[in-house]
């Protein structure tokens, strides 16, 4: 695998020290470039650097030396070649306007966060370009794709898309995070692969109530295709590629977290089958489950497009409107019927 970047002369900052965001920066710190790492807990931070361990949210994996964690937000995007933003979509606003004011004008900001936004039902990479002006449009970026982090961190084989309007940025962020264990495809559909992120866990939420409920493997082949339909919907609508709903950061994504037991969306719809109640299932999380507030933007958002998306609505009115997961599973089952495939 041919990588002809110097590591020595790149400088890359890690926005957020979840699972995911210290599992990318272990992943960059192990090939060599030095990597300050914006921690929001101090105690996280004291065991990155005491320890080399992030006890919380990636426990069990001895970190890189390369990895230099902090408190202070300003000091870890300053005069950055890169800065890679993972943080829950509900913050990244927030996040976006800490560091604003101290990115310089060629740092490349890759999003790894995935989400709509319930407000302004923007995708994360919609919510930087608003909320960053001082970066030019191309240099912005997102990574998606079927990846849970202790998998990564295991190195094991996984496969990943970067997406970037600039062929050139993707190339090289391509390059940038590439191993013999983190293969990186390159995509332009920014959009369609934000979508594929960000539904894929709305569709994962009503997979595992469907286990939670203890329906068959028939009954999630079903939930996944269809799922897969209402992410093409969306894209559709939204100007994507829909070849991409066919790739990494589509099927991909949507097969591993509708089916993989480590999943959080999957494990808070498998809790809300058995009859457990979302805020007390909520109240007992450390890490976050993106699907249960992408839900509402999803809602929100395809019926302010005219966008059929009926499984995501359902997950909507389970978690916000109470409705039992056996009446919905009733109501997707006797909907009229219809052909098979969209007109589009």
């Known amino acids: 695998m041919k990588n002809q970047i110097d590591v020595s002369a790149v400088k890359i900052g890690v926005v957020g020290a979840g699972s995911w965001g210290t599992a990318l920066a272990d992943l960059l710190a192990l090939k060599g470039f030095k990597v300050d790492l914006w921690v929001f807990e101090e105690e996280v931070k004291e065991q990155i650097r005491e320890y080399r361990e992030n006890k919380f949210f990636l426990p069990g994996f001895k970190l890189s030396a390369n990895i230099f964690p902090s408190n202070d937000i300003s000091e870890v995007v300053s005069k950055k070649d890169l800065v890679l933003i993972v943080v829950p979509s509900h913050v990244m606003r927030e996040t976006a306007q800490k560091i604003r004011g ?4 060629g740092t490349i900001i890759v999003s790894a966060s995935k989400g709509i936004e319930n407000k302004t039902h923007l995708t994360m990479s919609g919510v930087l370009k608003e909320t960053l002006p001082e970066i030019a449009e191309n240099f912005f970026a ?9 998998e990564v961190a295991n190195k094991f084989p996984t496969v990943i898309a970067v997406g970037s309007k600039d062929q050139k940025i993707a ?13 990186v495809y390159t995509n332009n559909d920014m959009i369609g692969l934000e979508l594929g992120g960000a539904v894929k866990n709305v569709i994962a939420i009503a997979a595992g109530i469907m286990d939670g409920l203890g329906l068959g493997l028939n009954t999630r082949a079903a939930l996944i295709t269809r799922g897969l339909t209402e992410m093409r919907r969306l894209g559709l609508k939204l100007g994507a590629d829909p ?4 790739g990494i950061a589509g099927v991909g994504d949507l097969v591993l977290t509708c089916t993989g037991n480590i999943s959080r969306n999957h494990t808070v719809g498998k809790k809300i089958g058995v ?6 299932i909520l109240s007992e999380m450390r890490m976050v489950a993106e699907g249960v507030k992408t839900a509402k933007s999803i809602y929100n958002l395809s019926r302010r497009l005219n966008v059929e998306m009926p499984i995501s609505h359902e997950v909507y009115h389970i978690l916000y409107n109470d409705v039992s997961p056996k009446e919905a599973v009733h109501r997707l089952m006797t909907r009229d019927l219809k052909h098979e495939l969209d007109a589009n």
Do not use: N
């Open 171 to 183: 190339g090289y962020i391509q390059h940038l995070f590439a191993t013999p264990y983190f293969r």
């Open 142 to 150: 997102v990574l998606s794709g079927p990846s849970f982090a202790r």
């Open 102 to 105: 101290h990115l310089s004008p």
């Open 275 to 280: 009859g457990m109640k979302l805020k007390d």
């Open 243 to 246: 070849r991409t709903f066919a």
